[in-house]
Nanobody
Framework: VQLQASGGGLVQAGGSLRLSCAAS????????MGWFRQAPGKERDFVAA????????YYAGSVKGRFTISRDNAKNTVYLQMNSLKPEDTAVYYC?????????????????WGQGTQVTVSS
C-alpha cells in the first residue's frame, strides 16, 4: 500500500485545514487508517484513527472536538478535517494504514506510512 498525504500549509490560529491521504496498491476498504504528527524535537504522537468502514473513530484528547477523521472508500482516501487550529498543532502530519478491522491507535501497529505533510499554525 502506498500513501500520499496532502493538504498541509500555513494557517492562522483559529483557522482550518483539511488533510487528505490517498492510498493505492492495496485493498483500502479492509484497512484501518490513522493520522499521527511529529513536532520538531518531539516524538511522533497519535492524532486520530478510523476503522475500515468508517463506523468507529478515536481521537487524541488534545484534538477531540476540533479534528474529524473520515474516509471515502470509493476514492481510497482518508481525511483529517482540522478546525480551531492552535500553534501547538504545528507539526508534520503522517497518515498510516494497516490491514485490520480494529481501531488502531499505536504507531507500531501500522504497516504503511505516507511521506508527511507540514502544518504550520501561526499565532
Amino acid at each position: 500500500v502506498q500513501l500520499q498525504a496532502s493538504g498541509g500549509g500555513l494557517v492562522q490560529a483559529g483557522g482550518s485545514l483539511r488533510l487528505s491521504c490517498a492510498a493505492s496498491g492495496g485493498t483500502f476498504s479492509s484497512t484501518a487508517m490513522g493520522w499521527f504528527r511529529q513536532a520538531p524535537g518531539k516524538e511522533r504522537d497519535f492524532v486520530a484513527a478510523i476503522t475500515w468502514n468508517g463506523v468507529n473513530t478515536y481521537y487524541a484528547g488534545s484534538v477531540k472536538g476540533r479534528f474529524t477523521i473520515s474516509r471515502d472508500n470509493a476514492k481510497n482516501t482518508v481525511y483529517l478535517q482540522m478546525n480551531s487550529l492552535k500553534p501547538e498543532d504545528t507539526a508534520v502530519y503522517y497518515c498510516a494504514a494497516v490491514e485490520s478491522y480494529r481501531t488502531v491507535v499505536r504507531d507500531y501497529e501500522y504497516k504503511y506510512w505516507g511521506q508527511g505533510t507540514q502544518v504550520t499554525v501561526s499565532s
